[in-house]
Structures are given as C-alpha cells and as structure tokens.
C-alpha cells in the first residue's frame, strides 16, 4: 500500500450537514499523494461516505471527545505528517500543495517532531 505524503485528518461528532462539504474540501486538493481520515467520533447514525481510495473512516465507540478522536486520527496516519480539519471548515485547494512544498525547505538538522503553522483564509 502506497504511504501518502500528508494525512489530513477530520473528527466529527452528529455533524452529517457540515461534513460532506470538509471532505470534499480535502479531497478535492491539487496535490493528490494524500489521505484523508475522518474520526467518527460515535455520531448516529454512524457516518456513511462514499467510497474514495484516499478515504478511510475511522469509528469511535462511545463517544469519546474531540481530543481522543484527534488523537485516534494520528495514530491511524499513514503519512510523516498530519493537519487537522475540522467539519465545518474547508480547506483551500491548494493548502496541501503549499504545505508540502513548506515542508521540503525544512533543514534536515531539525529534531523531530517538528510543527509547521499555517496563516489562516477567511473565505
């Protein structure tokens, strides 16, 4: 199984109306060598999405917070490095692209983990 550049990672809890709008934000991203997890974070009815192959879905039962379903997201991350999205926000197409093409200019002296912060679009 191919490893993917970046994991971007979506918990949701009963939020059906605003997911399909995030993940269709990071699907639709102008870089592909990505994944995109969504956290499930014991909603009901559980969430059902159509099938992507840079799709997983990842459920959590009993509800367990947005911190472990973060958390659950990570460990489950293919990728060396991760973002988080939350399910009422999108994210720009282009925001994997930049954010990999950051990553490349980091010197390798860093210790790991290192974390990069992006400015933020109001769109």
């Known amino acids: 199984m191919r490893v993917p550049s970046l994991s971007i990672i979506i ?15 990071a699907l639709n991203q102008t870089e592909s060598d990505i994944e995109v997890i969504v956290v ?13 192959n840079q ?7 009993p509800n ?3 911190a472990a379903a973060r958390n659950h997201g990570a460990a489950a991350a293919r990728a060396p490095w991760i973002t988080y999205l939350d399910d009422d926000d999108v994210l720009l197409p282009d925001m994997a692209e930049k ?5 490349a200019q980091i010197p390798q002296t860093l210790p790991a983990p290192v974390a990069l912060l992006f400015g933020l679009k109001i769109v």
């Open 11 to 25: 918990p949701t809890y009963n939020r059906p109306e605003l997911l399909s709008r995030a993940v269709q934000s």
């Open 40 to 52: 499930d974070d014991g909603s009901t009815p559980p969430v059902t999405l159509p099938e992507h």
């Open 55 to 61: 799709l997983r879905v990842i459920r959590l039962d």
């Open 64 to 66: 367990q917070g947005g």
């Open 99 to 103: 954010a990999l093409r950051s990553i």
